[in-house]
């Protein structure tokens, strides 16, 4: 069961806290903050942004910290409110709007930068490519590690919805390995 | 369970395998195929978004930098911490990163929903994936939550979490590959150590504020040593 994340902050920095627990969520965000850039990146898209929604968001979650009870909990913890914080993002100010194109060649050698995926440069082209709808639930399955009843609560969408949008997002993907398309299944009742 | 109904299933989920659809899949030879197509397409899309491109992940977070500080003007606090961090990161980066570490790293990252189990599996069940995958009998008790065998360097191996007192750690029990001595690592937000054993290696992954090198001589132990 994961920690419910903070919709609002609970309490301030600079309360009086053991120094200790205090060092113990320093070190603990500052782990997972590459994580979470990476994760708010394939939100949104774009490098610049990405780090605004993961500072945002690391310090939501900061004054917030006394909620997450299960320490193991903590990326899933995190992750959602990174993904939230994005959400607002969205709703605060209507974003410029983006050459999708342009973003994707200046962010795909950075992106080719971490090894193992050089020779994938299609795939992540392809991926950054997907309608939102398609994206987040696959970025939130697929890196955030979240069950589709977990998708379906966080993006507010039924179960049968979020299924649906995974197998549309992988099936756009299948085109890439020179594989047909598979048919589309209404979701099983 | 239909044709349909198992490809929209394997389509969201490809490594999902329930009692339908394990039925259907045993007795439909195309969706079998199409499971496998969308296993290694999965593959794929993992290694894509898992890598963290280390100009991401460079800067340090804390709740402090935003934090007044007067007395210090802006531009040399600016500078003085340009200069820690350059010389954090000089000397993190002369420090080398076994290429069997990030192996580790890139295929638990493949996993994240492992992190997530929480209910302790049976022990014959951790038994069996540790004796058929890397020969090893399991000494103690564990609470272990994940257990998969796992394809790794062209060979299964048993990929455990085992859940501790200070959080969940991954364990890897690598039968044929060789480190020379204990190597500690840290790798895109994980930490860990490569424990080398009489046959083979353990490597012990955690992402929290547990000691790799003290949980990974309890693991040590808890295999016999893999003799």
Redesign the interface.
């Known amino acids: 069961?994961?920690n419910t994340p903070p919709e609002l902050p609970v309490c301030l920095?600079?309360e009086p806290e053991a120094p200790q627990s205090v060092r113990?969520a320093?070190?603990?965000?500052?782990?997972?903050?590459?994580?979470l850039?990476?994760f708010a990146?394939?939100l949104c898209r774009d490098?610049a942004l990405?780090?605004d929604v993961v500072?945002e968001a690391?310090?939501r979650a900061?004054r917030a910290r006394d909620s997450l009870k299960d320490?193991?909990?903590?990326?899933?913890w995190l992750l959602t409110i990174v993904r939230r914080e994005h959400a607002r993002l969205y709703e605060r100010k209507r974003l410029e709007t983006i050459d999708l194109e342009r973003a994707i060649d200046e962010e795909s050698a950075?992106?080719a930068?971490?090894?193992?995926?050089e020779e994938?440069g299609e795939?992540?082209t392809a991926?950054l490519k997907l309608p939102d709808e398609y994206r987040i639930p696959?970025?939130l399955?697929?890196?955030?590690?979240f069950?589709?009843a977990e998708i379906a609560a966080e993006l507010q969408l039924s179960q049968a919805a979020?299924?649906?949008r995974?197998?549309?997002a992988?099936?756009r993907?299948?085109v890439l390995?020179g594989?047909a398309p598979?048919?589309?299944?209404d979701?099983?009742p | 369970?239909n044709c349909?109904?198992a490809?929209?299933?394997l389509?969201?989920?490809?490594d999902a395998l329930d009692a339908g659809l394990r039925d259907h899949l045993a007795r439909c030879p195309e969706c079998r195929a199409?499971r496998d197509?969308?296993q290694?397409?999965?593959r794929?899309?993992?290694?894509?978004?898992?890598?963290?491109?280390?100009?991401?992940?460079a800067p340090?977070?804390?709740?402090?930098r935003?934090?007044p500080r007067p007395g210090v003007p802006s531009w040399a606090l600016a500078a003085s911490v340009a200069c820690v961090a350059l010389a954090a990161a000089l000397l993190w980066g002369l420090r080398p990163v076994p290429a069997l570490a990030?192996d580790v790293v890139?295929h638990v990252e493949g996993e994240?929903?492992?992190?997530?189990s929480?209910v302790v599996l049976p022990r014959a069940q951790v038994e069996q994936i540790l004796w058929q995958d890397a020969g090893v009998k399991l000494a103690a008790s564990a609470d272990v939550v994940y257990a998969r065998s796992c394809a790794f360097h062209g060979r299964h191996v048993p990929h455990l979490v085992v859940?501790t007192a200070?959080?969940?750690v991954t364990v890897m029990v690598l039968r044929d590959e060789r480190v020379p001595r204990a190597e500690r690592f840290a790798i895109?937000?994980?930490?860990g150590i490569l424990l080398p054993e009489p046959r083979g290696t353990i490597a012990v992954l955690e992402?929290?504020?547990v000691d790799p090198a003290r949980i990974a001589e309890q693991i040590s132990r808890a295999l016999g040593g893999m003799n």
Not at chain 1, 113 to 117: I, K, T, V
Not at chain 1, 141 to 145: E, N, R
Not at chain 1, 182 to 185: I, L, R, S
Not at chain 2, 44 to 57: C, E, F, K, N, S
Request: a positive charge.
């Open positions: 069961m994961r920095p600079g113990a320093e070190r603990l965000f500052g782990r997972l903050r590459p994580q850039l990476r990146f394939w490098r990405a780090e500072q690391l310090l900061w320490p193991a909990a903590s990326r899933g950075e992106l930068g971490g090894g193992a995926a994938l795939l992540r991926i696959l970025t399955q697929v890196m955030g590690g069950s589709t979020v299924l649906t995974l197998f549309r992988r099936n993907l299948r390995y594989l598979a048919p589309e299944e979701p099983a | 369970m349909g109904q490809r929209l299933r389509g969201a989920e490809p199409f197509e969308m290694c397409l999965e794929d899309v993992r290694r894509v978004l898992a890598p963290i491109p280390a100009a991401m992940g340090a977070w804390s709740p402090r935003r934090l990030r890139a994240p929903q492992s992190w997530s929480t859940r200070s959080g969940p895109q937000g994980y930490s992402r929290g504020e």
